[in-house]
């Protein structure tokens, strides 16, 4: 279906933990694109996850590092130019987690130094990866840097909590590093806001089904799944897309432009109709 888009193209992908993972699937995707590339995921992550897998079937070289710590990215990206001899087209941030979701913190209880770690995690290590790389000169001219977001950076959704301040905080990495790389460079940055997924991360969210129920639902083309969302990242890494930067873009299967479907309607008014529904909070 890619027919080589990335024939010739040298990249970094930061985030696969396993199969689940868009990162993961970005991968292969990018693999079977022609891309070459490193993989690189925190020492934890590394050890508790099956990226060797990928990295076998990708024929890549993993680099572990912390994305929070400049000094592992400019590891990550100096090891990466000498492994594939020469500055990279394309740089994957899936990178995101919050010790509030996973210790079940409610937003008007949030642990601070948790909620601290979010962002450190899911936003600052965005900054810092563009920073690095500018300060390093270490993507092509016209290359693609694609971060992964949620629809949550910009509307309430029940049991997100801290990780939605975080996806905001990205989305703005996104247009103010952008302006700054486009102009200085010819290199694109861009977000994508894919649909709710269940990724390792993903499964700890409250409510996941439910809210996976409701956007499939919702959406007119349905759920996007990771192996989608990854077709989608491989055309923004591909010349096809070369003015577009500075973009938060929705693949979501509609989702983001609805109200209410006819498929959430029947289901809402069905719920109406029961004589003892369940309590929500």
Same mark, same amino acid.
């Not at 888009?5 to 689940?20: R, V, Y």
């Not at 500055?87 to 990178?95: E, G, N, P």
């Not at 008007?108 to 500018?134: C, G, N, R, V």
């Not at 703005?172 to 700054?180: A, L, T």
């Given at each position: 279906?890619?027919?080589?888009?990335?024939?010739?193209?040298?990249?970094?992908?930061?985030?696969?933990?396993?199969?689940?993972?868009?990162?993961?699937?970005?991968?292969l995707?990018a693999?079977?694109?022609?891309?070459?590339?490193?993989?690189?995921?925190?020492?934890?992550?590394?050890?508790?996850?099956?990226?060797?897998q990928?990295?076998e079937?990708?024929?890549?070289?993993?680099?572990?590092?912390?994305?929070?710590?400049?000094?592992?990215?400019?590891?990550?990206?100096?090891?990466?130019?000498?492994?594939l001899?020469g500055?990279?087209?394309?740089v994957?941030?899936?990178?995101?987690?919050?010790?509030?979701?996973?210790k079940?913190?409610?937003?008007?209880?949030?642990?601070?130094?948790?909620?601290?770690?979010?962002?450190?995690i899911?936003?600052?290590?965005f900054h810092?990866?563009l920073?690095?790389?500018?300060k390093?000169?270490?993507?092509?001219?016209?290359?693609?840097?694609?971060?992964?977001?949620?629809?949550?950076?910009?509307?309430?959704?029940?049991?997100?909590? #801290?990780?939605?301040?975080?996806?905001?905080?990205l989305?703005?990495i996104?247009?103010?590093?952008?302006?700054?790389?486009?102009?200085?460079?010819?290199?694109?940055?861009?977000?994508?806001?894919q649909?709710?997924?269940?990724?390792?991360?993903?499964s700890?969210?409250?409510v996941?089904?439910?809210?996976?129920?409701?956007?499939?639902?919702m959406?007119?083309?349905?759920?996007?799944?990771?192996?989608?969302?990854? #077709?989608?990242?491989i055309?923004?890494?591909?010349?096809?897309?070369?003015?577009?930067?500075?973009q938060?873009?929705?693949?979501d299967?509609?989702?983001?432009?609805?109200?209410?479907?006819?498929?959430?309607?029947?289901?809402?008014s069905?719920?109406?109709e029961?004589?003892e529904?369940?309590e929500?909070?």
């Amino acid at each position: 279906m890619i027919n080589q888009l990335l024939q010739g193209k040298k990249g970094i992908i930061f985030g696969a933990l396993d199969e689940k993972s868009i990162a993961w699937q970005v991968a292969l995707k990018a693999h079977e694109a022609g891309a070459r590339f490193t993989l690189s995921n925190t020492p934890t992550a590394i050890r508790f996850g099956t990226i060797e897998q990928l990295a076998e079937l990708c024929h890549a070289e993993i680099i572990p590092a912390d994305a929070t710590e400049t000094t592992d990215l400019e590891t990550v990206f100096g090891r990466s130019m000498e492994i594939l001899g020469g500055k990279v087209d394309f740089v994957l941030h899936s990178i995101g987690m919050s010790m509030n979701v996973r210790k079940k913190r409610i937003y008007p209880d949030l642990d601070y130094e948790y909620f601290m770690k979010t962002i450190d995690i899911s936003s600052l290590s965005f900054h810092k990866m563009l920073q690095t790389a500018f300060k390093m000169d270490a993507i092509n001219p016209w290359g693609s840097v694609v971060a992964l977001s949620y629809i949550a950076a910009q509307r309430t959704l029940y049991a997100y909590n #801290d990780m939605a301040d975080a996806k905001a905080l990205l989305e703005s990495i996104c247009r103010s590093f952008g302006y700054i790389y486009g102009r200085e460079r010819k290199v694109r940055v861009n977000t994508i806001s894919q649909s709710p997924t269940m990724t390792t991360a993903g499964s700890g969210v409250r409510v996941m089904e439910g809210l996976m129920d409701f956007t499939d639902r919702m959406s007119p083309l349905g759920n996007a799944s990771a192996e989608e969302c990854a #077709d989608y990242c491989i055309t923004l890494f591909s010349d096809l897309t070369r003015k577009v930067t500075m973009q938060n873009l929705y693949h979501d299967g509609g989702f983001s432009s609805m109200g209410m479907s006819l498929r959430a309607m029947r289901m809402y008014s069905r719920s109406l109709e029961c004589d003892e529904c369940p309590e929500v909070d």
